[in-house]
């Protein structure tokens, strides 16, 4: 098993399939699918998409290479869910889901095998 390297972009990519999916009741698979998938999968790879380009800020290019894509499919993604912004609840919950990755991203090194970690209390 190999462990989650925040900056490796195929795990960025990863983890934000993997959150996208969960917030939508979806499989991650279905975020990640070679093909375009279902309807909802389609959209749930665009807000991926969208996460790690504007939550991470990565390039558009890197986003298309993590996720097997074409860089104009990872802008047109972009473009789509900043529309969709326009829309207050779907702007707070893409606001949530970005503040999520984000922590995650920044967080996901764990600490050295073999490293007490205490918490305060």
Known sequence: MSHFDPQKDEDRADLA???TAFALGLKAEDVQGGTRGSRSGARARQIAMYLLRASLGMSLSRVARAFGRDRSTVSYACQVIEDLRDDPDF????????????SVAVL???PADGEVVRCAG
Not at 92 to 100: K, P, R, Y
Request: no cysteine.
């Open 91 to 102: 702007d707070i919950w893409i606001e949530q889901l970005s503040v999520g990755l984000s």
């Open 17 to 19: 399939a993997a959150l």
């Open 108 to 110: 996901g090194a764990s």
